[in-house]
Every structure is written in structure tokens, then in C-alpha cells.
């Protein structure tokens, strides 16, 4: 019914920038609130960005200034760049969507940031 699939994981040095893609596809509509969530090893997962209806955004506190998140409606992608990496940014990074109370996931893409 919905795909997700991320992109654009991979090694950075600290201080470095990466930018992740999410994909999706399937029976949601643009309006679908989507965004990304992280979970690094010994900590809970945490939302580290989210978009909404009318392009509203959120981001977890400890990102704020660093990474933005985007939305292509048209294209059903949303985007997250991320800057000024630091070390405690690594983490598999989870794309998702959520549609009639349901959440969906993408299977993750690797986020590492070297000291």
C-alpha cells in the first residue's frame, strides 16, 4: 500500500553535510504528514524532523539551526539536510509517513559522523 524508501546515508567527517531523500509511493497523498525519525545505539528513538499539511515544520532541538526539511508534494519526496554534523548525529535515520492513524516506515539509512 506505501513504500518509503530512503537515500543518501552514508560517512561524513564532523563539521560535513549529507542530505537524505525519502521516496514514497503507494495510496497516500501530499498532504500526508511525513518527516524523519533516528535512532542511534543505547538511545530511544527520537524525531529529528517532521512536515505537515500547509508545509509546517518541526525539528527536535538539538538539530534546530543545523538541519531543514523539505517537501516536494508533486514528487512525494522529503528531503533532510543536514549540516554542521556532529558525532552524536549518527544514527539510522527512518523515514516516514503517517495515513489514517498509521505510520509508515522506510527501512532506514546509516548516518555516520566521524570525530
Known amino acids: 500500500q506505501v513504500q518509503l524508501v530512503e537515500s543518501g546515508g552514508g560517512l561524513v567527517q564532523a563539521g560535513g553535510s549529507l542530505r537524505l531523500s525519502c521516496a514514497a509511493s503507494g495510496n497516500i497523498f501530499s498532504t500526508d504528514p511525513m518527516g524523519w525519525y533516528r535512532q542511534a545505539p543505547g538511545k530511544q528513538r527520537e524525531l529529528v524532523a517532521s512536515v505537515t499539511q500547509g508545509g509546517i515544520t518541526n525539528y527536535a532541538d538539538s538539530v534546530k539551526g543545523r538541519f531543514t526539511i523539505s517537501r516536494d508534494n508533486a514528487m512525494y519526496t522529503i528531503n533532510l539536510q543536514m549540516n554542521s554534523l556532529k558525532p552524536e548525529d549518527a544514527a539510522v535515520y527512518y523515514c516516514?509517513?503517517?495515513?489514517?492513524?498509521?505510520?509508515?516506515w522506510g527501512r532506514g539509512t546509516q548516518v555516520t559522523v566521524s570525530s
Open positions: 516516514y509517513l503517517r495515513r489514517n492513524s498509521r505510520t509508515y
